[in-house]
């Protein structure tokens, strides 16, 4: 692809699309504050009689995600129309078609064990039962914690002293990495997914992202920490099963349609191409890529500054990508935005 044009911001492309998809983390908010510009340009699109659904892979009840945002200043009906979250499609999904859901494991699936810092209120008024590791059917990955705390992505060394990149940290092996501090949270999650492996566990993970960009550390820092994606791509290198809900599985994308009256062309806004661009293609659907906050900025601001735009574009799609993804796409985003408010 030549010569890519990089919007200023959504509202520049606004006027050809009825209905807009937007991601939260990365595109809407940097893991503490909304970014600049992002509730403006919400309501500017309600404004213009736009239907806005915010789609994130959050693990929490969409209720529950409705409430927090709410605090933060975004209102429903005045910023959006819908929050769907994939925590909430798991949720519905168990509810309503428990089948479909046994399905999926190719068995039985009606117990649960959850490990690290789960959503137990994804599995309130279903089926499931709670169970102990060897007696459960499953296990459900929350939010990975090690005894210390988050894992850095970013912050990846060999024995040999080499640093990691984020891209291939999965296909290493875990026991054998350390962060800047010496620490192996990396094997702490390795240990418990072997134990889950001897005992022929699936996993099921409700947020397929790699990495999320969060705070860290003292004062106002910002990393990108491991996420339940990489615990789901790391246990399917050792041989276990993972069953995954949420982008860029089409599933969520036909949810998401449901919960509003669409109308007109759908555009999805995101800053992580192996979730919500390739997500979004899978689909059919056009596609807007955020550069400048979020997933995608994290590798392209590690790249040579003498390259172009389309010579790092292409080194992300091409090379990064395919690293990262569960589902891949050989097509480009419809768009570049700088900034989802720009």
């Not at 500054?305 to 799609?317: A, G, P, R, T, V």
Request: aromatic share 12%; with cysteine; net charge negative.
């Amino acid at each position: 692809m030549a010569n890519s044009k990089i919007e200023p911001g959504i509202l520049s492309i606004a006027d050809a699309y009825e209905t807009f998809f937007i991601d939260v983390y990365g595109v809407l908010f940097d893991g503490v504050n909304l970014y600049d510009r992002a509730l403006a340009t919400l309501e500017e699109l309600k404004k213009r009689d736009k239907k806005v659904v915010i789609l994130s892979n959050a693990t929490q009840i969409s209720s529950e995600a409705k409430i927090g945002y709410a605090k933060r200043g975004m209102i429903r009906g005045v910023h959006y129309d819908e929050f769907v979250t994939s925590g909430e499609f798991l949720h519905h999904t168990i509810k309503n078609n428990p089948e479909k859901f046994k399905e999926m494991f190719g068995g039985k699936a009606d117990s649960v064990k959850c490990i690290f810092l789960g959503n137990a209120n994804i599995f309130e008024e279903t089926h499931l039962q709670k169970k102990p590791l060897k007696e459960a059917d499953f296990v459900y990955v929350g939010v990975p914690r090690t005894s210390y705390g988050a894992v850095r992505i970013d912050d990846v060394w060999d024995c040999d002293g080499n640093r990691v990149n984020m891209e291939d940290v999965v296909d290493c092996d875990w026991t054998k990495l350390y962060d800047s501090e010496g620490r192996q949270g990396l094997a702490e999650f390795a240990g418990q997914l072997n134990i889950c492996l001897s005992l022929e566990k699936p996993l099921l993970i409700a947020n397929p992202d790699i990495f999320s960009h969060w705070p860290y550390g003292a004062g106002d820092s910002r990393s990108s920490i491991i996420t339940q994606g990489a615990i789901g791509a790391y246990y399917e290198k050792l041989g276990g099963k993972v069953v995954y809900f949420g982008k860029p599985y089409p599933e969520i994308f036909e949810y998401a349609r449901q919960s509003i009256d669409v109308r007109g062309q759908i555009l999805m806004v995101g800053d992580t191409y192996w979730t919500d661009i390739s997500g979004a293609r899978a689909c059919g659907l056009d596609s807007a890529l955020v550069t400048e906050t979020g997933a995608a900025c994290e590798f392209l601001k590690r790249m040579d500054n003498s390259l172009s735009d389309d010579e790092k574009f292409h080194i992300l799609f091409e090379k990064i990508a395919p690293k990262m993804a569960k589902m891949t796409s050989s097509a480009y985003p419809t768009h570049f935005l700088k900034y989802f408010g720009g």
